[in-house]
């Protein structure tokens, strides 16, 4: 078995886990995206649907391995991507079919709402310098490569397999040079749109009582995005100096490193919420939104 | 402003949306809550934080600009005016006595004894003297 159908594997793996518990990601008033009475969840009935979502979600689960199994000893190239997608596709049904189970137990959402006329200003944390530096990392790096563009090697690697071992190449282009830069301009410009959105299109919270909770939750969201394109615009400012810094065709950083800190940055998102989620008097609140549901599952399946 | 200020509709309610946010602002402008110069938020970010559409919250703020309350200008949000109260009329008098009447029977036929409404009729001008 190759380094690369080892990581399909994992992958099949790491989703059903995924899928396993994320039904329980959610609100206390809902069930498979069905409102229903806070208390549900402990009920007969709410734990025959989570078992049955679960049993069908494993069962196609076990199926994909098996067709990735059959495709990596070379029965038939297409099963190797049959797996992953009949995965999908088993775990959408099975989610669906816990959804109609739901239904004859949905209640009307509550019709009161409440906002703030105080609400305070809120923005990306960091300013403009959270968003310009990560814009000039990449500016710098198009500047250098320029620059320096006879020190380039006239073919390089643009692709690594999971073991770090290049398996594509390219000549020296506008394109194969600044490539890495212009993906990180998307990705990171995507991400400030977003963060925009999340200021200003989306709701502070309606309910009085989980205003405080939301406000962190946001908070949170926000500083993700920051951290996060600090942390594209070093990785892909990185790849694109590769072929300069690199003596032969090695990363110089390894991929487990970027791996590494691309879930590092997630930890600005999830480290506050963790910690507010574990204080009494916050997990009661956080108890009546998505936010602190999410991190009251996620904290109670970690420690399962 | 204090930091509690806060609209609440309810949905559900028979009453008209932008009646409710209407009503309800008009209360804590009343009761000194929300102040002169305070700013509120603008139509968008109130439409998105209660989700309703924002025709409503528009048609909501334009009542009490209407009425003297509000100072709306475009691109600089939604001040409170300092506003003098207008001397009423026997015309008016005469419509807020037939509405007071209006719910105090609505309080009895919900069962409410005439010794309870009187406590609420007073508790409420204690709250309208302080």
């Given at each position: 078995?190759?380094?690369?159908?080892?990581?399909?594997?994992?992958?099949?793996?790491?989703?059903?886990?995924?899928?396993?518990?994320?039904?329980?990601?959610?609100?206390?008033?809902?069930?498979?995206?069905?409102?229903?009475?806070?208390?549900?969840?402990?009920?007969?009935?709410?734990?025959?649907?989570?078992?049955?979502?679960?049993?069908?979600?494993?069962?196609?689960?076990?199926?994909?391995?098996?067709?990735?199994?059959?495709?990596?000893?070379?029965?038939?190239?297409?099963?190797?991507?049959?797996?992953?997608?009949?995965?999908?596709?088993?775990?959408?049904?099975?989610?669906?079919?816990?959804?109609?189970?739901?239904?004859?137990?949905?209640?009307?959402?509550d019709g009161v709402?409440a906002?703030?006329?105080?609400?305070?200003?809120?923005?990306?944390?960091?300013?403009?310098?959270?968003?310009?530096?990560?814009?000039?990392?990449?500016?710098?790096?198009?500047?250098?490569?320029?620059?320096?563009?006879?020190?380039?090697?006239?073919?390089?690697?643009?692709?690594?397999?999971?073991?770090?071992?290049?398996?594509?190449?390219?000549?020296?282009?506008?394109?194969?040079?600044?490539?890495?830069?212009?993906?990180?301009?998307?990705?990171?410009?995507?991400?400030?749109?977003?963060?925009?959105?999340?200021?200003?299109?989306?709701?502070?919270?309606?309910?009085a009582?989980?205003?405080?909770?939301?406000?962190?939750?946001?908070?949170?969201?926000?500083?993700?995005?920051?951290?996060?394109?600090?942390?594209?615009?070093?990785?892909?400012?990185?790849?694109?100096?590769?072929?300069?810094?690199?003596?032969?065709?090695?990363?110089?950083?390894?991929?487990?490193?970027?791996?590494?800190?691309?879930?590092?940055?997630?930890?600005?998102?999830?480290?506050?919420?963790?910690?507010?989620?574990?204080?009494?008097?916050?997990?009661?609140?956080?108890?009546?939104?998505?936010?602190?549901?999410?991190?009251?599952?996620?904290?109670?399946?970690?420690?399962? | 402003?204090?930091?509690a200020a806060q609209i609440r509709i309810d949905l559900d309610s028979a009453t008209p949306v932008n009646r409710q946010i209407v009503d309800h602002l008009r209360t804590l402008l009343v009761d000194g809550v929300v102040?002169?110069?305070?700013?509120?938020?603008?139509?968008?970010?109130?439409?998105?934080?209660?989700?309703?559409?924002?025709?409503?919250?528009?048609?909501?703020?334009?009542t009490l600009?209407?009425e003297?309350w509000?100072?709306?200008?475009?691109?600089?949000?939604?001040?409170?005016?300092?506003?003098?109260a207008p001397r009423p009329d026997e015309e008016t008098l005469a419509i807020f006595r037939r509405r007071l009447r209006q719910l105090v029977a609505e309080m009895r036929a919900q069962g409410l004894s005439s010794a309870a409404v009187v406590r609420e009729l007073a508790s409420l001008m204690e709250v309208v003297k302080s």
């Amino acid at each position: 078995m190759t380094a690369d159908s080892t990581a399909m594997f994992v992958v099949v793996l790491s989703i059903a886990t995924l899928l396993h518990w994320l039904p329980l990601w959610r609100r206390s008033s809902l069930w498979f995206g069905v409102t229903v009475a806070p208390d549900f969840r402990n009920t007969l009935e709410a734990l025959r649907v989570l078992r049955q979502y679960r049993a069908e979600m494993w069962a196609v689960s076990v199926v994909a391995l098996a067709l990735l199994w059959a495709g990596v000893r070379g029965e038939a190239s297409w099963m190797l991507a049959a797996g992953p997608l009949l995965q999908s596709l088993g775990a959408v049904i099975a989610f669906a079919r816990g959804r109609n189970s739901t239904r004859p137990y949905a209640r009307r959402p509550d019709g009161v709402r409440a906002a703030s006329l105080a609400a305070a200003s809120e923005h990306l944390p960091g300013g403009a310098v959270g968003i310009i530096v990560p814009y000039a990392m990449l500016a710098a790096a198009a500047i250098f490569l320029r620059a320096n563009w006879r020190r380039l090697p006239r073919r390089f690697p643009v692709h690594w397999g999971i073991n770090g071992t290049p398996d594509q190449w390219a000549e020296r282009t506008w394109r194969s040079v600044d490539g890495p830069l212009l993906a990180g301009l998307l990705v990171i410009a995507l991400l400030h749109v977003l963060g925009y959105m999340i200021v200003a299109g989306s709701p502070h919270g309606r309910m009085a009582e989980t205003a405080d909770w939301t406000a962190r939750f946001r908070r949170a969201n926000l500083r993700m995005i920051v951290t996060m394109g600090w942390t594209l615009a070093t990785l892909f400012a990185v790849l694109a100096l590769n072929p300069y810094l690199s003596s032969g065709d090695a990363l110089v950083i390894p991929a487990w490193l970027m791996v590494g800190a691309i879930l590092a940055s997630l930890r600005a998102f999830s480290g506050p919420l963790s910690a507010s989620a574990r204080s009494p008097a916050a997990a009661a609140m956080a108890h009546r939104t998505n936010a602190g549901s999410w991190a009251r599952s996620t904290i109670r399946t970690i420690r399962r | 402003m204090t930091h509690a200020a806060q609209i609440r509709i309810d949905l559900d309610s028979a009453t008209p949306v932008n009646r409710q946010i209407v009503d309800h602002l008009r209360t804590l402008l009343v009761d000194g809550v929300v102040a002169p110069d305070d700013i509120l938020p603008s139509v968008r970010r109130l439409a998105i934080d209660l989700g309703v559409h924002f025709n409503t919250v528009a048609d909501a703020y334009r009542t009490l600009a209407e009425e003297g309350w509000l100072e709306i200008s475009h691109g600089r949000g939604v001040r409170v005016r300092k506003r003098r109260a207008p001397r009423p009329d026997e015309e008016t008098l005469a419509i807020f006595r037939r509405r007071l009447r209006q719910l105090v029977a609505e309080m009895r036929a919900q069962g409410l004894s005439s010794a309870a409404v009187v406590r609420e009729l007073a508790s409420l001008m204690e709250v309208v003297k302080s």
